[in-house]
């Protein structure tokens, strides 16, 4: 895998409960492969890209109403948003947090970016960050990491933004790579469709194993 300056982890859903915050299967998966890319030197920094998350950045209450969770259109008022950045983290913020204290990443090397709601907008604070932040040149080499499905969406919309010159780092190869036995765990997560999409499980798997990349599905 080649080196980057900068891999930047889009960010997916956390959830909270009053246990704590935990991971969602796939938010995991990304986890760890930015764990791993970290600790292997394949860049020296990080950046987790993520703002909103229901039930953990928005009160639950104050953006769906009283019939939550049966309501379907959410009140995105002022009020909600104000009260959510006081009481709760952001995801890229929880994701930081188990880089940190999982998986043993330096606190100073992961920088969490707690505004974005969409991919799109990952893309546009992202370019905001590297164009105005005296750390970043905006000539550096970026890695784009998140799993198959949404990158297929994602790499695009990051290669539209003016500037960006980025490339796409897959989980699933990152995971596969550490160890064979991912392949049963990335398979099993895809025997139900991703992103409105079944993938061919036999086929993920035979690039898993064979060391190969899932970046083939994409014609990469």
Do not use: W
Request: proline share 5%; aromatic share 10%.
């Amino acid at each position: 895998m080649r080196q980057f300056d900068l891999v930047c982890q889009l960010g997916s859903q956390v959830m909270y409960s009053p246990a704590g915050y935990r991971l969602a299967p796939h938010t995991a998966m990304r986890t760890e492969a930015s764990a791993l890319v970290y600790n292997r030197g394949i860049t020296p920094r990080l950046i987790i890209l993520g703002g909103s998350n229901f039930g953990v950045r928005y009160d639950d209450e104050a953006i769906f109403g009283p019939n939550h969770p049966t309501q379907k259109t959410a009140n995105f008022s002022f009020e909600a948003f104000a009260a959510s950045d006081y009481g709760r983290k952001a995801e890229s913020e929880v994701i930081k947090g188990f880089l940190v204290d999982e998986f043993g990443v330096p606190a100073d090397k992961v920088l969490a970016e707690p505004l974005s709601s969409t991919t799109q907008e990952n893309a546009q604070f992202l370019e905001i960050m590297l164009r105005r932040r005296p750390m970043f040149t905006g000539s550096e080499k970026i890695g784009i990491l998140t799993l198959l499905y949404h990158m297929e969406k994602a790499l695009p919309v990051f290669r539209s933004v003016i500037g960006l010159d980025v490339e796409p780092v897959f989980a699933e190869d990152v995971l596969a790579q550490e160890c064979h036995d991912q392949a049963d765990r990335i398979c099993e997560y895809y025997s139900t469709p991703k992103g409105g999409k079944q993938y061919d499980t036999e086929r993920l798997r035979q690039l898993l194993t064979e060391g190969k990349s899932v970046g083939e599905l994409m014609g990469l």
